[in-house]
């Protein structure tokens, strides 16, 4: 799993590097699309997050700040939690401010708090195993929630890097 996982982010590296300006003119005309429940501005949506997707391997600091940016101008949960897990998988400051505004933004909605914990569970940061056993800690997880187990360790347990990483 550590080798295929390795693999994929090199080509998503890749990817990233030699289409930079494409990712980029990509991110700008989908981010110009106003929110709407047509087939149109749900593409351009998902379009937007790709594009971060693929840059964020290549061009970390590039990403995160459209990442935020991206968060900071969402009127909806779609891109709001899109955003935020592109910036879960960096190492950057960012990442730590748009966790924090989520949690406390949505905090007592437990169905968009357990995506809070499954975003984090299932990102590429280099540190999610400590942060799982970090979180697993907090006074809002819990073990007698099915639904708050599931979006922490079983999405801990889909990720292939942190879960299979090399050394245990």
């Known amino acids: 799993p550590t080798r295929i996982f390795a693999e994929r ?8 590097e030699t289409l930079q300006d494409k990712w980029l003119a990509l991110h700008d005309r ?3 699309v106003p929110y709407s429940l047509e087939a149109a501005a749900r593409g351009a949506r998902k379009l937007k997050t790709q594009a971060l997707v693929y840059l964020a391997p290549a061009h ?8 935020k940016a991206h968060y900071a101008a969402a009127t909806n949960l779609t891109d709001r939690q899109s ?3 592109v ?16 949690h406390a ?21 280099p540190h999610t195993t400590e942060n799982v056993k970090a979180l697993a800690k907090r006074a809002d997880f819990t073990l007698t929630n099915p639904n708050r ?3 922490l360790w079983m999405a801990y347990a889909v990720n292939a890097q942190a879960f299979h990483r090399e050394g245990g």
């Not at 970390?60 to 990442?67: F, I, N, Q």
């Not at 190492?91 to 401010?97: G, I, K, L, Q, S």
């Not at 933004?105 to 940061?125: E, P």
């Open 9 to 16: 982010e090199g080509l998503k590296r890749w990817l990233g």
């Open 30 to 32: 989908c981010s110009a």
């Open 60 to 67: 970390p600091t590039e990403a995160a700040r459209r990442a």
């Open 83 to 85: 955003a935020l897990m």
């Open 87 to 102: 910036l879960c998988s960096l190492d950057c400051a960012e990442r730590e401010a748009a966790l924090a505004d989520f």
């Open 105 to 125: 933004r949505f905090d007592g909605n437990m169905l968009v708090i357990d995506k809070w914990f499954s975003l984090q569970a299932g990102s590429l940061h």
């Open 149 to 151: 187990v599931r979006a």
